[in-house]
């Protein structure tokens, strides 16, 4: 039971929900980007502790939602050949395909294995030249650098036996698309902070038709 | 694979190219390998943000004390951290 133990400071959460209380006069309805920061949301039970003017709604940023199961068939299909190491992060291994995940695969044997970088990929490519290895590259502004890396790099030292299975999305083209909709009720954006460490702040930042709408 | 996680670089190998630069870094106790491609200015004693494996940004002492803190009483620093190959 450890979501009931961990992080549990009651007066630290009682004060900034309190601050918070104290500040707003008005409703909102602001959009958490990040996969992650609906995870921590929900998982502290935060909505509970905001004043009922704030609504929080989920956003697009999480690249095991965003991934299209199209992608996930690919991996599958990729994964059951026996000459293959498929490698992906921890996250995608339960995301259902339309018949099965790449758990499925791994559970009947297939070469499937977690890595925490792509650059863990090319060092299993390296030492496994009788295998393809395939890595899973997915993600948002956040994880393209690291998967260019790993294949510039496998180019650079000669790695024949490396590929990449590309689903890369950006994140300010679905804050333009959610904003530019006539029924957007999103006043404001808790905004991805590793795309802003990434790209820079500015690249979030609303276009002048969304001017209403703040990032935070 | 969502996480950054602050950490100190302890040591640095530099063969020359900055595509292969890659730092010690301790992240409170466990030390891992990191890649130093993105972040040139990354040097000896230095506070890096790491993500996937690879520096994003350099930041301050005081920052990566207060992020690494949170993480740790979030929980969340075995998850990310246990999925670093030593």
């Known amino acids: ?216 | 694979m969502c996480l950054a996680v602050p950490g100190r670089i302890i040591a640095i190998t530099d063969t020359g190219d900055i595509a292969f630069r890659v730092g010690k870094v301790d992240f409170g106790g466990i030390r891992k390998e990191v890649n130093l491609a993105y972040t040139p200015e990354a040097e000896v004693g230095k506070y890096v943000l790491v993500h996937v494996g690879f520096a994003i940004s350099v930041i301050d002492e005081d920052e990566a004390q207060r992020v690494f803190k949170v993480l740790e009483e979030m929980g969340a620093l075995k998850e990310e951290l246990g999925e670093i190959p030593q």
């Not at chain 1, 909102?28 to 009922?52: A, F, N, R, Y």
């Not at chain 1, 003017?53 to 999480?62: A, D």
């Not at chain 1, 393209?144 to 294949?151: G, T």
Request: proline letters at 6%; a neutral charge; charged letters at 20%.
């Open chain 1, 1 to 216: 039971m450890k979501f009931l133990s961990e992080y549990r400071d009651e007066k630290a959460a009682e004060q900034f929900a309190s601050a918070i209380r104290q500040k707003v006069t008005r409703p909102w309805t602001i959009m958490e980007i990040c996969g992650g920061q609906t995870h921590t949301i929900v998982k502290s039970g935060l909505e509970d502790l905001l004043p009922k003017e704030i609504t929080m709604v989920h956003g697009p940023g999480c690249p095991v939602c965003v991934t299209p199961i199209e992608l996930i068939d690919k991996a599958v299909a990729i994964a059951k050949r026996s000459d293959t190491i498929f490698c992906s992060f921890g996250d995608m291994l339960r995301v259902p395909g339309s018949t099965k995940s790449l758990f499925d695969v791994k559970a009947e044997a297939g070469d499937v294995r977690i890595v925490y970088s792509p650059l863990d990929a090319l060092k299993l490519a390296k030492q496994n030249p009788a295998k393809q290895v395939i890595f899973f590259a997915v993600g948002f502004e956040t994880t393209a650098p690291a998967n260019a890396m790993a294949a510039w790099q496998a180019d650079h030292d000669g790695v024949e036996n490396f590929s990449l299975l590309v689903s890369h999305v950006l994140v300010p083209p679905a804050m333009e698309a959610l904003l530019s909709s006539d029924n957007c009720v999103v006043q404001g954006f808790l905004a991805a902070g590793h795309v802003c460490t990434v790209m820079g702040s500015k690249s979030i930042s609303p276009s002048p038709r969304s001017i209403r709408c703040q990032s935070l």
